[in-house]
T-cell receptor, first 110, second 117 residues
Framework: GQSLEQPSEVTAVEGAIVQINCTYQTSGFYGLSWYQQHDGGAPTFLSYNALDGLEETGRFSSFLSRSDSYGYLLLQELQMKDSASYFCAVRPPGRRALTFGSGTRLQVQP | AAGVIQSPRHLIKEKRETATLKCYPIPRHDTVYWYQQGPGQDPQFLISFYEKMQSDKGSIPDRFSAQQFSDYHSELNMSSLELGDSALYFC????????????????FGPGTRLTVL
């Protein structure tokens, strides 16, 4: 099965950098995805790591290390609008559905 | 750009009633997924369809069923509703896989908020 663990809450200030970690236990997967979800809104795709290493998309970067069963999402130049929940997710082999992590609620303060 | 459409956006039902949620995926997307999200929880996968055939089944109760129609829209049918069914129900779709990214990048609809009284 799949199990993805994330910190439940992270607080940071505007303009800062924050890292949201995701550790996983899985028998295999196609890669690690990250989704953002504002309160009452729909999850929105942010990033995907198929291979180990860093993927950069604007202010957001995501990292994967399969040997360490670990990944993270890095948010730079934080803005108030970044306050949301962030989920890591994997798609197990042979399946098309995502298994989501427990989610991290990010609060950006002025 | 077209997005996933869900209807209704809000639904209030009594216990033991039935409900039908509808989803219209992004055109040319070949896979539709249904997720349930309780308050403060992560989305839980219920069921998916690939090219109108059920492709994967998650934690969908036996009281629920779903199908995908010839026009690719999908419906989630929920019977004998219980208080615990109150949640946000999301439909998502994904495009034909290019490598393995396709299934990992899913586009979610705005959700249907179901309240069971």
């Amino acid at each position: 099965g799949q199990s993805l663990e994330q910190p439940s809450e992270v607080t940071a200030v505007e303009g800062a950098i924050v890292q949201i970690n995701c550790t996983y236990q899985t028998s295999g997967f196609y890669g690690l995805s990250w989704y953002q979800q504002h309160d009452g809104g729909a999850p929105t795709f942010l990033s995907y790591n198929a291979l180990d290493g860093l993927e950069e998309t604007g202010r957001f970067s995501s990292f994967l290390s399969r040997s360490d069963s670990y990944g993270y999402l890095l948010l730079q130049e934080l803005q108030m609008k970044d306050s949301a929940s962030y989920f890591c997710a994997v798609r197990p082999p042979g399946r098309r559905a995502l298994t989501f992590g427990s989610g991290t609620r990010l609060q950006v303060q002025p | 750009a077209a997005g996933v459409i869900q209807s209704p956006r809000h639904l209030i039902k009594e216990k033991r009633e039935t409900a039908t949620l509808k989803c219209y995926p992004i055109p040319r997307h070949d896979t539709v997924y249904w997720y349930q999200q309780g308050p403060g929880q992560d989305p839980q996968f219920l069921i998916s369809f690939y090219e109108k055939m059920q492709s994967d089944k998650g934690s969908i109760p036996d009281r629920f069923s779903a199908q995908q129609f010839s026009d690719y829209h999908s419906e989630l049918n929920m019977s004998s509703l219980e208080l615990g069914d109150s949640a946000l129900y999301f439909c998502a779709s994904s495009s034909p896989s290019v490598g393995d990214r396709g299934g990992n990048e899913q586009f979610f609809g705005p959700g249907t908020r179901l309240t069971v009284l």
